[in-house]
């Protein structure tokens, strides 16, 4: 019986073009009895394989082929735990030891960790033995098998041959046979698959020319000449080699000693002791800290306390079943770790007073009373009503998740700490593997083909279904229409949707950290993460998961860098930092702001679709803030939950304001209970789990398998396999079959995105802070806003934007006034406070050059002209920059107009063409310039050339919005976006603007969102499929549209129904000079703004 | 003239973006002592003689 033992999955990244899933599929069908998962440099996909091949009853070898210094490639594959320990410490040398993305291994490292390995010789193109052999002849592959004999050991080391009817094939196979018969070394068959079936070969010749950069005609040399590296029918194998039948036994052979290894069962991870192991066991360790925090936070005889009791015993008692209670304490010394750094960071700094937590948990974990009490979360979970089964309950299945945010800076600082606090080997990031998706796939496949690069970025730009549908998507594209069957585009088409979905490459998991006793390196690799001095494991979540390895998640929330600056600078400025735990949760004035959609820029609640609920749901507490952040996902979306919540929250507040109760219909009298706080539907992912307890009579042990099922990629179809127990439940508790169908409809919705309770409940609870600060600290809420961009919904220019609207002013860069950021100026008693913004902010300038500057004034004063600029500048400082500055109105104060100091800059510094390597090429500085034409006098800059000098030279505006300019050339009939909610519904209008957002989430059914910003504020535009589909050319890619449609108004939102949507258009101007200078003709000023308009934020 | 043995057989499957070759070539010895290359195209089922 023959066994694959050379086979690549899409996990050797672009030289594998089948799923490992696809590959023991086929290999089923087939009836092999076992197969070698032998990826490129890496078992990425290994994990998974091997447990899917056990529920096929397939024998999965787990093994790699690896890169040797010189480029040669060999096969290694696990026969034993200890084995697989190697070849993980062989592939974290490999990576570790080399160039990020060129991992290489010594042939003398694999001899020094080869024991439980076996290693083969490689394949036919670059094997190590058949290269030498087509390099160097028969004697010096002779001689090198014989150094890999005594490297390795005859019982180790087999000779590959392979037969993929390549020219030559046959010779080198004999050749390889005599070299093996010579010197007494087993010999193999192996097929090199690459991919599970013939027709797939197409998909990995575009892999090769993407992976080599150049297109197929350019990797003619690189590609495999045919199609036979498929996985073959084993009949097949056993007559190709009919000539030496024992390269064939030997496959059966090499499965079976491999058998002393299982990944799924073998693994052995351990999670490290917590500090003080050693004095007390863990249960009473952990009992202890909780207790005695208990005390603290519900005293005896206070509103909680019997519950906090009760809550901590079920809790406890829970841990100790697990055996969790370890885990819990290790938790608790690394957020001790994360309180020593965020002391650290803040020392010195105001804000260290300010009562700030180290970081604070999201995600289920906010639901544990121990977490709470251990200081892993911030919310109460009596208090705030949360369910504890989603993250802990009887049957848990896999460790819980804890998830910490931190601050940016506290977290680097934090993942540097645990590096060195448990060893480097001991500690990796959790990867994760970004997949093709439509516009990568347009992108890079296209570029194999050799089509046109301008047709292939307008067919991604526009095209924006998923990669399958790319044929309709071209059929409605401007231009493309029958495209979609012409040559070379139709293989885009179906290339496309193979691609799709396989994995790109390796990335980092946003914060996902695998702590293990034993060395992780010898559990599994790791390798270089693209940020310098960050490494990251070769599993992903779902793996590590799998291998029940312990998941730590620190996660960066810029919305607590934002908090932390934002007090810094409240604390500067008053002398006392804002305690941000103590603040009143219940004022009005915070919730009336939220609740008229007055919300950019703030945590969560900002998006155009959270504005348009928020209008409607009215939130007034913090519980309603919870639901805010949770309803506006696709998994209550999909379940059609957000009508009826909003629709029975009116009811509510109508018969709360006539004095009466309000009882919410729900599906099933069952669900009564566990939906009343939502008003019957299901908007949280616990409800999900306890719907299934109360009407199907689900036991912990299924809502935790559900639970598992939710969290997982492609979790539709794990979800949907739960119906007949469903069903079975619902009907033995008298549930009509109807209602449960339609009750499960709800359920498997979660499979999309949704949140826990304490999830929403934490970001609640940052949602309203962020918004106390904005309100009543606006200037350095506004200035830190813009110094921790990029993070929400929208560009800085539209935040800009907004700031001004709520009395901001945004003042330019100023050479003299400027910091490195953004900083606050004028909050005397009469100011209402501006923003200046920092020269780190200006194109061509870095956070370096910047800071070096600003220095310099002030060390020796304030700069007083161009030259004494110039001269003191930092050398770095290049002259695209300094022109940059004097564009954008940085150096105004030296008395000169914006030209005459663009041309001061020009007599004292020489054009690019000349400019030497370091910085600007000075020329002779040190004396004061008598230049004859040193002052000639140049005009000021028009307003609309100084909005273009500011989109160009910051990339957004502080000086208003562009259409201010040319608002006396917009068509006639337009309404400003103030005034919609003056007019009728029902009643047609057009609007004209700036696009902001587009928005084509896959829950609204092809419906296109647009926000249009005017002067005014900005206008929701929904855009249907049909009227789409016909203006799909404005709507995706035009900077400035003009919307004709049918103004819509629904609980307290204004939205345009368009019926057309256009590129905003002017008349070419009559001549040259029509217009005057200061009055840009409209055309000329668009097409300006058309090149340096900053790009709307598209989001899914 | 017949064929005395198939001394190796190989494919091509190229270009397949544009005129797809497909073709099974075998370098065959003839009963003359003469070795010839002869290849089917997979696409129309014609064979032919690799030119030397």
């Known amino acids: ?1100 | 003239m017949s064929i005395e043995t198939i001394l190796e057989s190989w494919s091509i499957d190229d270009e397949w973006w544009r005129q797809p070759i497909a073709r099974c070539y075998y370098a065959v010895l003839l009963d003359g002592g003469k070795r010839v290359v002869l290849f089917e195209d997979i696409t129309t089922g014609n064979w032919f003689a690799q030119m030397p």
């Open chain 1, 1 to 1100: 019986m023959y066994v694959e033992l050379h086979c690549h999955s899409a996990f050797s990244f672009l030289d594998g073009a089948s799923p490992p899933d696809e590959l023991l599929a086929e290999a089923h069908r087939l009836g092999y009895p076992a197969l070698a998962l032998t990826d490129r440099n890496g078992v990425y996909g290994s994990l998974a394989f091997a447990h899917a091949a056990k529920a096929l009853s397939i024998q999965a070898i787990t093994g790699a082929e690896v890169t040797l210094s010189d480029g040669a490639r060999v096969v290694l594959l696990a026969e034993s735990p200890c084995g697989y320990a190697n070849l993980c410490r062989l592939l974290t040398e490999a990576h570790l030891g080399a160039e990020r993305l060129d991992p290489r291994l010594q042939l003398a490292s694999i001899a020094e960790r080869r024991e439980g390995l076996i290693i083969l010789s490689g394949s036919r193109r670059d094997g190590l033995l058949p290269r030498k052999l087509e390099q160097d002849g028969l004697n010096a592959a002779r001689y090198l098998a014989a150094h890999c004999k005594s490297l390795f050991g005859p019982d180790r080391f087999f000779v590959e041959i392979q037969r993929n009817r390549v020219r030559g094939d046959m010779g080198i196979s004999r050749a390889l046979i005599d070299v093996a018969a010579d010197l007494q070394l087993g010999i193999l068959a192996a097929g090199s698959v690459h991919y599970h079936t013939r027709n797939l070969h197409r998909l990995h010749d575009v892999m090769v020319a993407i992976r080599n950069r150049t297109t197929l005609d350019g990797s003619h040399r690189l590609r495999n000449p045919n199609s036979e590296f498929y996985l073959r029918p084993l009949d097949e194998v056993v007559s190709l080699y009919a000539d030496c039948p024992d390269a064939v036994a030997t496959t059966s052979v090499i499965a079976e000693r491999c058998k002393a290894f299982d990944l799924t069962r073998d693994l052995g991870y351990a999670f490290p002791d917590f500090r003080g192991a050693d004095r007390a066991p863990a249960p009473r360790a952990l009992a202890e800290l909780c207790q005695a925090r208990l005390t603290e936070r519900y005293p005896p005889g206070s509103i909680y306390h019997t519950q906090a009791v009760r809550r901590l015993e079920e809790e406890l008692k829970l841990i100790a079943h697990h055996q969790l209670s370890g885990f819990f304490l290790v938790y608790h010394d690394l957020f001790d770790l994360a309180r020593e750094v965020a002391a650290d960071i803040r020392k010195g700094s105001r804000r260290a007073l300010g009562n700030l937590l180290p970081g604070r948990g999201r995600g289920s974990s906010v639901s544990s009373i121990v977490c709470y009490l251990l200081g892993l979360s911030h919310i109460d979970p009596i208090a705030n009503k949360l369910f504890l089964g989603r993250f802990l309950n009887e049957t848990l299945a896999s460790v819980p998740d804890i998830d910490l945010d931190f601050p940016r800076e506290i977290r680097e600082e934090l993942i540097r700490r645990v590096y060195t606090h448990y060893g480097a080997e001991h500690v990796g990031l959790v990867c994760s593997f970004p997949t093709y998706r439509l516009r990568s796939a347009v992108r890079e496949i296209g570029k194999a083909l050799d089509l046109p690069l301008g047709e292939i970025e307008l067919v991604a730009k526009l095209a924006d279904g998923r990669a399958d549908e790319l044929p309709d998507e071209m059929d409605n594209l401007p231009g493309f229409a029958g495209r979609k069957d012409a040559p070379l585009w139709k293989e885009l088409c179906q290339l496309a949707h193979e691609i799709r979905g396989l994995p790109r490459h390796v990335s980092q998991h946003p914060g996902g950290m695998i702590i293990s006793s034993r060395p992780l390196i010898e559990l599994v690799p790791l390798e270089r993460a693209a940020i310098a001095d960050r490494v990251v494991c070769q599993w992903d979540k779902d793996s590590c998961d799998d291998a029940r390895f312990i998941k730590i998640d620190f996660l960066a929330l810029g919305m607590l860098s934002l908090v932390e600056e934002c007090v810094e600078l409240i604390a500067r400025r008053t002398g006392t930092p804002p305690d941000l735990s103590r603040i009143d949760f219940e004022d009005p004035a915070i919730y009336d702001r939220i609740c008229a959609g007055d919300t950019i820029g703030l945590f969560q609640i900002e998006s155009r679709a959270q504005i348009q609920m928020i209008r409607r749901s009215r939130p007034r507490n913090l519980e309603d803030l919870a639901v805010e952040v949770a309803i506006v996902r696709p998994g209550p979306i999909v379940g059609g939950a957000v009508n009826p919540y909003v629709r029975r929250r009116e009811e509510q507040r109508r018969a709360h304001a006539a004095g009466q109760p309000y009882e919410p219909p729900v599906d099933h009298p069952l669900l009564r209970d566990c939906l009343a706080e939502t008003l019957g539907v299901i908007l949280y992912q616990d409800q999900v789990l306890q719907v299934c307890q109360a009407l199907a009579g689900f036991t912990t042990g299924q809502a935790e398998a559900l639970r598992r099922a939710m969290s997982r990629r492609r979790s539709h179809d794990l979800m949907a396999g739960f119906w007949e127990e469903f069903r079975a439940g619902a009907l033995a508790r008298g549930v009509p079959e109807a209602t449960a169908e339609k009750i499960f409809g709800q359920v498997i919705a979660f499979s999309e995105f949704g949140f826990p309770k304490s999830h929403a409940a934490a970001f609640g609870l940052l949602a309203y802070q962020s918004a106390w600060l904005r309100h009543y600290h606006p200037v350095e809420y506004y200035v830190a806003l813009f110094n921790n961009q990029p993070m929400g919904f929208y560009s800085t220019d539209a935040l800009g934007r907004d700031a001004m609207r709520n009395g901001i002013e945004m003042r330019l860069p100023d050479v003299n006034a400027s910091d490195v950021w953004c900083t606050v100026e004028g909050t005397g008693s009469r100011e209402s406070g501006s923003v200046r913004i920092g020269l780190g902010f200006i194109r061509h300038w870095s956070e370096e050059t910047a800071t070096a500057t600003v220095e310099e004034r002030e060390k020796h004063g304030p700069f007083k002209s161009v030259g004494d600029f110039i001269r003191r500048a930092p050398p770095k400082l290049k002259r695209t920059a300094i022109e940059s500055l004097m564009w954008v109105g940085g150096c105004d104060g030296f008395g000169l107009t914006r030209r005459e100091l663009l041309w001061q800059v020009g007599l004292w510094l020489p054009p690019k063409a000349s400019r030497s390597g370091d910085g600007r090429g000075r020329r002779q500085l040190e004396l004061a310039l008598n230049h004859p034409h040193e002052r000639l006098a140049f005009g000021g800059l028009a307003p609309h050339e100084r909005l273009l000098a500011e989109y160009a030279t910051l990339g957004f505006s502080a000086s208003g919005h562009p259409l201010t300019l040319v608002r006396s050339a917009l068509p006639s009939g337009l309404t400003l976006n103030r005034d919609l909610e003056n007019l009728k519904a029902g009643v047609k209008c057009r609007v004209a603007g700036l696009v902001v957002a587009r928005q084509r989430p896959e829950t609204a059914k092809g419906t296109v969102f647009l926000l249009v910003e005017d002067e005014t504020g900005m206008t929701n535009v929904i855009v249907r499929p049909d009227i789409y589909d016909r203006y799909r050319a404005a709507v995706r890619g035009e900077p400035f549209v003009l919307v004709s449609g049918k103004l819509a108004k629904d609980d307290g939102t204004v939205n345009v129904l368009a019926e057309k949507v256009e590129g905003l258009q002017f008349g070419t101007p009559a001549s040259s000079h029509d217009g005057a200078r200061d009055t840009p003709h409209a055309f000329t000023f668009l097409r300006a703004m058309r090149r340096v308009a900053p790009d709307s934020k598209d989001w899914g």
